[in-house]
């Protein structure tokens, strides 16, 4: 069906067994779908991981994707829906129908469950719940009433707890013998009579400790407790740092009520990574599974703000229409002084927004981060002003339009270099993202700064 993996101009690339997906594979599946060949389809699919078989409906066009799952329908693997972008999931869920996706979302576990209830509207929701069990519906259900994107909405509910005062053999023993233990578990969890959770064994010192000592002996009492209304960037800092492999979620009177796992942190360090980054490029929340209407809608919203700061700009530059008719060069090099500015504010800009996403910039590091990018400005300027200075000289044959560029040079490089550290800081003490409004602001600033400084040293200097 497909090699162990790909050969390019005698070069061996990624192994088949990292990755499931191969363009020999891939040409396979489409051939397939083109002669509907469902059971050919179905073998393809069938010993495909399930993150691999997500990717794989993504790749697919419209009309691929409703083979595909027309094809795979009655043997449809649940565990790839969580794995899928919203907007795919949306399209395979309503080609599978209603009932055929309520029972997938029972056989998955609560996260991932309530995950894809989620991202349906409240009548799905309700069609859907109403033909799972109600034992599980209820904790699904329960699930729902938590805040999105909230540690309750993160965990799952499957684990494993023990009281203290049972021996590792007897801990071994119900691991062995219980019926509705979670199918994946890094840690089990110690709780008192009330449900409080009082300590963590990892599973491994379980493995490793003879079977008559007690639980209690060997439990870490000092752990780290996520409560159920935590946000999920909160949750996904925490496994950061501290490396853990799971963590008990408790509600209002400490009980434990589930647990977080490290691949759903890692997914949600993916995804607050992804909109920080969807976010300084002005894209938004859309990705390439999106329609066009999505999609520009999204970014129109965007364009609208470059568009005012687009006019302001002009309008600063309308202040020196005789200036700019006298010396045409100046026309020619102001670009170049926004620009400049422009992305080295937007440099400064990226690390600081990920440095306050990360917590690595603090209150008590900003006036050392904010200085360091201040000299890092006023060398840049430096450098570039001596290279952009005696290009101009000598492009003109004219030292003071050199001069006077370079002097604009080093005030809007300094200028982005301290309005990149410092305007994503007073954005986010103004309770707006960073990531989002820091971008328009400062692209306004030096481009607005830039053709000032230059016109208007050109003005008082060569006129």
């Known amino acids: 069906m497909a090699d162990a993996s790909d050969v390019e101009g005698g070069r061996r690339t990624t192994p088949a067994s990292l990755y499931g997906l191969t363009p020999r594979l891939m040409a396979a599946l489409a051939e397939a ?6 059971s050919h389809v179905r073998a393809f699919v069938r010993p495909l991981h399930p993150a691999d078989l997500a990717d794989l409906i993504e790749r697919l066009d419209e009309d691929d994707r409703q083979r595909l799952v027309r094809a795979i329908r009655d043997v449809f693997d649940p565990e790839c829906l969580p794995w899928l972008e919203d ?19 029972a056989e998955l576990e609560t996260d991932d469950a309530v995950e894809v209830l989620e991202s ?18 209820a904790v699904l259900e329960q699930g729902l009433t938590y805040p999105e994107d909230s540690a309750g909405r993160l965990m799952q ?16 023993d119900f691991l062995r013998s219980a019926a509705d233990l979670p199918d994946h578990f890094f840690d089990v969890f110690v709780i008192d009579p009330r449900h409080k959770a009082v300590g963590v064994v990892p599973v491994s010192r379980i493995l490793r400790t003879k079977r008559p000592v007690r639980i209690t002996d060997i439990m870490d009492r000092q752990f780290r ?27 209002d009177d400490n009980r434990l009520v589930g647990v977080i796992t490290v691949d759903d942190a890692v997914h949600v360090l993916e995804e607050e990574a992804e909109e920080d980054l969807m976010s300084l490029g002005r894209v938004g929340g859309t990705n390439v599974n999106a329609s066009v209407m999505d999609t520009a809608r999204t970014r129109i919203r965007w364009l609208l703000v470059t568009l005012v700061n687009t006019l ?16 045409v060069a100046l026309a ?77 040079m080093v005030f809007n490089m300094v200028w982005a270099g301290l309005a990149g550290a410092m305007i994503p800081i007073l954005i986010q003490r103004m309770k707006i993202d960073p990531a989002v409004g820091a971008g328009p602001f400062l692209t306004t600033t030096t481009d607005v700064l830039g053709f000032f400084s230059f016109l208007g040293l050109a003005t008082l200097f060569l006129i």
Do not use: C
């Open 33 to 38: 779908l083109a002669a509907d060949r469902d």
């Open 87 to 105: 907007s795919v999931r949306e399209d395979v869920m309503d080609q599978l129908g209603m009932e055929r996706v309520a029972e997938a979302v």
């Open 120 to 137: 349906l509207d409240a009548l799905e929701q309700r069609e859907v719940l109403r033909h799972i069990p109600a034992a599980d519906r």
């Open 157 to 172: 509910r499957e684990l494993v707890a023990v009281p203290p005062h049972w021996t590792v053999g007897q801990t071994i």
């Open 225 to 251: 407790r996520i409560p159920a209304t935590a946000d999920q960037e909160e949750v996904g800092r925490l496994f950061k740092q501290y490396g853990l492999a799971s963590a008990p979620v408790v509600d």
């Open 312 to 327: 302001i700009a002009s309008t600063v530059i309308s202040q020196f229409e005789a200036t700019i008719e006298r010396i």
């Open 332 to 408: 020619v090099l102001m670009p170049i002084v926004a620009a400049m500015g422009g992305n080295a504010g937007m440099q400064v800009v990226t690390v600081v927004v990920r440095a306050l996403a990360t917590r690595d910039l603090a209150p008590d590091n900003v006036r050392r981060v904010v200085l360091k990018e201040l000299g890092v400005g006023v060398l840049n300027g430096v450098v570039f002003a001596s290279i952009l200075g005696t290009v101009a000289g000598l492009w003109f044959a004219d030292v003071r339009i050199g001069l006077v560029l370079a002097a604009a």
